[in-house]
C-alpha cells in the first residue's frame, strides 16, 4: 500500500488537472493519475475556445467566472495559457441561419451577457477574412481562446510545485472503498490510498462507478477536427456559426485550428503512443468545403494534422458536477458535452469544494446527478454552440 493522500484525482484533463492544482494551492496532499499523460483526451483534442455565448443558462454563471479567471491564469500558475480575449463571432450563412443568430443574442442579452447582433458589413470591419456572404453575426467580445496543452500544462506544473505528485501512464481499475467510504484507488499497478477521490475521466466517466448502480446517460460523439500550418492572417475572434457544423480560431503561431460535423463514435481508438481517432475522409472533405465557403482566404490552405475529438454528451448538454454517495462519497466530473474547456478553471474550484465537504460559491444544482434519473441515452446532440 502507497502512502496516504488527503486527495486522488483521476484524469489529468483540465478538469482534473485544474482540482489538482486548486487542492494542492489548499495545502492538501495530492496525487493526480492519469492512463496516459495531461491533455490527452478530449483537454488536447479540443478546439478550445473560452466562451459564454452559446451556453445554456445553467452553465452561464460558471462560464463568466470561468471567463474573469482566465484573464489572470497563467499569472497564477506562472504559467503559459496563450490565452487571448478576442471574441466570438458566430455567422448566419442564410436567412434561416440569422433566425437562429438573432434569437441567441436576445436569449444571451436577456441573462445579462454583452453580445451584438452585427451585420454583414459589420462582420467584415470585424473579421475582414470571414466571407462577404455572410447575412450577420451575434458577436460577444468578452469571449476568446486558449492553448490547450500549455493550459494544462501549467496546472500540472502549478500543482507539482505545491507538492502534488502524478503518476503518468497508470489506468485506474476500480474504486477501493472501506466499510461504505472511498479509500483510495487501485490501478494497474497496485492500491492509492486517498481520504477522497475525484473522478474527472471525460468519456470514461461512467467506467468506475458502473458497479455502484450509477450511470450518466451520455453518448461519445466524435468530432472531426484539423490544423493548418502557420498562416500570416492578422489574430482574428473565434469563428463559428449557428448549428456549430464550423468553428475555427486561430493559435498564437498562426495555425488555424477548424473543427465540425459530429457522429456518434464506433469505439475505435488507436494508441500512437497517445490516443487517436482518425477521421472519416468524407467527414475531412465536407469540413474543408464549408470552412472554405465560410473563410474564403483558407480554401487551399496546407493541413499539418488531422484528427477526431471525442465528446461526452449527456441527454441535456450539460455536465455532471457531484457527489456521488453509493460510489463511497466520491466526486464526480464528466459529461462536459463539447463545452468544459472554457470552464476549466472553475470546474476545478468547484471539485476541490465538494471533495472537501465545501459548498460551492457558484450555483451546481443543475449538474446534479438525481436529474437523470430515470433517463434513457438518446443521441440527439445538442451542442451548445
Ligand atoms: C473536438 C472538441 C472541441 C471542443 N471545443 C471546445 C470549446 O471550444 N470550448 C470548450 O469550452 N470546450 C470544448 N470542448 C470540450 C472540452 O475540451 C472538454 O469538455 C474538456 O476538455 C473535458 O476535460 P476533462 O478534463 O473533463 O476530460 P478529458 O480531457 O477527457 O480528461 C480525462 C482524462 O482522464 C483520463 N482517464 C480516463 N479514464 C481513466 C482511468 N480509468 N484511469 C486513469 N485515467 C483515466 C484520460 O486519459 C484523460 O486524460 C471540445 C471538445 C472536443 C473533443
Known amino acids: 500500500m502507497s502512502a496516504l493522500f488527503d486527495f486522488a484525482v483521476v484524469g489529468a484533463g483540465i478538469s482534473g488537472s485544474a482540482t489538482a492544482y486548486e487542492l494542492a494551492k489548499r495545502g492538501h496532499s495530492v496525487v493526480l493519475i492519469d492512463q496516459y499523460g495531461p491533455a490527452s483526451m478530449a483537454s488536447g483534442w479540443t478546439l478550445a475556445g473560452v466562451r459564454q455565448s452559446g451556453r445554456h443558462k445553467a452553465e452561464m454563471p460558471l462560464a463568466r467566472a470561468a471567463v474573469e479567471r ?148 451520455y453518448e461519445v460523439m466524435s468530432a472531426t477536427m484539423m490544423r493548418s500550418v502557420a498562416t500570416p492572417a492578422p489574430q482574428m475572434p473565434v469563428i463559428g456559426v449557428a448549428n456549430g457544423d464550423t468553428t475555427l480560431r486561430q493559435e498564437v503561431l498562426g495555425q488555424f485550428r477548424i473543427g465540425g460535423g459530429h457522429e456518434v463514435w464506433d469505439g475505435h481508438l488507436e494508441l500512437d503512443p497517445w490516443p487517436q481517432v482518425r477521421p472519416p475522409a468524407s467527414s475531412v472533405a465536407e469540413l474543408i468545403k464549408r470552412y472554405s465557403a465560410l473563410v474564403p482566404e483558407l480554401a487551399g490552405v496546407k493541413l499539418d494534422r488531422l484528427w477526431c475529438g471525442l465528446i461526452d454528451q449527456t441527454v441535456d448538454a450539460l455536465p455532471v458536477l457531484d457527489i456521488l454517495p453509493e460510489a463511497g462519497g466520491i466526486v464526480l466530473a464528466t459529461g462536459f458535452s463539447g463545452h468544459g474547456f472554457c470552464l476549466g478553471p472553475v470546474t476545478g474550484a468547484i471539485l476541490a469544494d465538494l471533495a472537501e465537504g465545501a459548498t460551492p460559491d457558484l450555483p451546481i444544482e443543475p449538474f446534479r446527478m438525481s436529474r437523470f434519473a430515470g433517463v434513457a441515452v438518446s443521441s440527439t446532440v445538442e451542442l451548445h454552440g
Open 70 to 217: 482566465w484573464q489572470t491564469l497563467g499569472n497564477e500558475l506562472e504559467g503559459e495559457t496563450h490565452y487571448r480575449q478576442v471574441g466570438n463571432l458566430r455567422c448566419a450563412r442564410n436567412d434561416e441561419e440569422a433566425d437562429r443568430i438573432a434569437a441567441i443574442v436576445a436569449e444571451h442579452r436577456a441573462l445579462g451577457l454583452e453580445m451584438h447582433l452585427v451585420t454583414g458589413k459589420e462582420v467584415q470591419e470585424i473579421a475582414p477574412m470571414v466571407s462577404p456572404d455572410v447575412v450577420c453575426a451575434s458577436f460577444c467580445p468578452t469571449d476568446g481562446h486558449a492553448d490547450p496543452h500549455a493550459t494544462v500544462k501549467s496546472f500540472v506544473d502549478a500543482a507539482t510545485r505545491l507538492g502534488a505528485e502524478t503518476r503518468f501512464g497508470e489506468l485506474v481499475t476500480a474504486l477501493e472503498i472501506t466499510e461504505g467510504k472511498v479509500s483510495g484507488v487501485v490501478t494497474v499497478k497496485g492500491v492509492i490510498a486517498a481520504g477522497q477521490v475525484v473522478v474527472a475521466t471525460g468519456i470514461y466517466g461512467n467506467k468506475l462507478i458502473g458497479r455502484f448502480g450509477y450511470h450518466v446517460p
